[in-house]
């Protein structure tokens, strides 16, 4: 179990190797409770599947090591759920700040051939005994990769977008030449964190019976999702001794005449580029299990869909979790009709933001809390998770509170000018693989992360590669429409 118990804890429950909180300048905010979802991703972090998402972006440009230090360490200062851990204070869960230790930046020099191949290990972080977040920086003198490596606990993936926009905006105006455009940005406001787990209803929200939660949380206990076959399971890649691995993720990305298709392709069918997302990692899914035709893969295909929380009153609120999940769960012989199952899913997907859909989940986990190990036993249920997550980010510079200048439609951060941005979620225990889809200067990048004890490095890159190729063919296929028309 993830939770610290008291024995594990020191004095007042905080961690043993914590040995005087900071508490200078958090508004007595601090220490602060954990909310439900906090608590539940912290709960489900394991050595083996570690709940960190990971932010990669390439700069052109010779990066500052002293600047972007002090960069880095005033983003720190302005979001206090990055410097501190999680002890027991009178039983329950509570981030505690701690001094910001000076090695928030691990900066690596190597030449510019290295760093551009290399795939990170996937790095866990410990939050009864240190900070959530790091940054490592590969450096050369032409250009660098920058990884934001945050655990879920302390930020939804959103916010750690947000994270690394102003941690390039700081940079930026550090930077900038004398006379030239700096990048601008919002400082967050400390106090808000308090209202991290305070929304406001829909406007046009029907109550829900108790009835219908019950039928929705016993759909979601007995409809157990289908399982990605493990490269054990397949048999294109028995031929092949297994080795498990780490990989924090894999990168591909397509050019923007492409992901202009895609938008045409949605617009068309009247759905979100969402929506097609959706239905080709459906398509996928299904392809995948069927190992290649040889059998027809059969039961409930669960893919789990990130959804914002964030209202108006959230402005300016530092990084944290404003995040729930809705479910989008068809039987896998849907996909043999994906017109139809396309419509299915805008349908489902379409109620989202109308509904109560989020609520139900965080309500879900504010309940099981309040159970003794309640937590931990649905998340030891494997029909609680799903057979793959997807996030959407959509257009990155639409979801900011920073502004850069731009060339070619990237940011201009003083002296470097981001070139590309990319990441990927965690994958829980029964989920292996969960996906990041983002939009950057006109490209879309998808990031995919695997469980790898499941799946192999060869087969997570073919996993990515078949789905890129799905939208490859949408794309080209709308071309084709678009000509003939």
């Known amino acids: ?12 429950g905080m961690p043993p190797s914590v040995i005087q909180p900071a508490t200078e300048g958090h508004s007595g905010l601090f220490p602060l409770e954990l909310t439900a979802f906090e608590e539940y991703m912290f709960t489900d972090d394991r050595p083996s599947q570690p709940m960190m998402i990971v932010l990669v972006s390439e700069v052109t440009g010779d990066l500052r090591e002293s600047e972007f230090r002090e960069a880095a360490g005033e983003l720190f ?5 990055l410097r501190c851990v999680v002890g027991r204070i009178s039983g329950r869960l509570h981030w505690i700040p701690v001094p910001c230790a000076d090695n928030i930046v691990e900066w690596v020099e190597l030449p510019a051939q290295e760093f551009r191949s290399l795939v990170p290990d996937l790095r866990r972080r410990d939050l009864r005994q240190q900070t959530g977040c790091c940054l490592r920086v590969l450096h050369s003198t032409s250009g660098s990769r920058i990884f934001l490596e945050v655990h879920h606990a302390c930020c939804d993936g959103l916010a750690a977008v947000h994270l690394v926009a102003e941690l390039f905006a700081r ?12 990048p601008e940005f919002e400082p967050p406001g400390i106090d808000l964190l308090c209202q991290r787990d305070q929304f406001r209803p829909p406007s046009a929200k029907r109550k829900r019976s108790r009835g219908e939660l019950a039928a929705k949380i016993w759909r979601l206990v007995s409809r157990r999702p289908l399982k990605l076959l493990g490269s054990l399971q397949r048999s294109s890649s ?25 938008h045409q392709c949605a617009a068309r069918q009247h759905v979100s580029i969402n929506d097609l ?13 069927s190992d290649g035709g040889r059998q027809r893969p059969q039961g409930w295909i669960r893919i789990a869909v990130p959804l914002s929380m964030r209202q108006s009153q959230h402005s300016g609120i530092p990084a944290c979790n404003m995040v729930s999940y809705g479910l989008v769960t068809h039987q896998a012989e849907e996909a043999d009709d994906p017109a139809t199952l396309l419509q299915k899913i805008q349908a489902k997907t379409s109620t989202f933001l109308r509904s109560s859909e989020g609520r139900i989940a965080l309500r879900i986990f504010s309940v099981l809390r309040r159970i003794p190990f309640g937590m931990r036993v649905f998340l030891s249920h494997s029909s609680g998770s799903g057979t793959i997550v997807i996030t959407t980010v959509g257009d990155v510079s639409r979801r900011l509170r920073c502004s850069f200048p731009l060339t070619d439609g990237k940011w201009i951060a003083g002296n470097v000018i981001v070139e590309s941005f990319g990441g990927a979620p965690p994958v829980r225990k029964g989920t292996s693989v ?12 998808v990031g995919l992360r695997s469980d790898g004890a499941v799946i192999s490095e060869a ?9 890129m190729g799905r939208l490859r063919a ?8 678009s000509s003939g028309s």
């Open 238 to 262: 028995r031929a092949q001794p297994f080795v498990a691995h780490q990989k924090a993720f894999w990168l591909q990305t397509l050019p923007p005449a492409e992901l202009q298709r895609l």
């Open 171 to 182: 940079y930026g105006v550090k930077t900038a030449a004398e006379g030239g455009k700096a």
């Open 459 to 467: 087969d997570s890159q073919a996993f990515l590669t078949e789905f």
């Open 474 to 481: 949408v794309a080209a296929a709308q071309a084709t429409s």
């Open 434 to 445: 969960a996906i990041t889809v983002a939009e950057y200067a006109g490209e879309l990048t």
């Open 77 to 81: 200062a302005a979001h206090p759920l």
């Open 277 to 289: 997302l959706l239905q080709q990692a459906f398509l996928q899914v299904r392809d995948w299990n």
């Open 1 to 12: 179990m993830a939770v610290a118990s008291r024995e594990e804890s020191g004095k007042d």
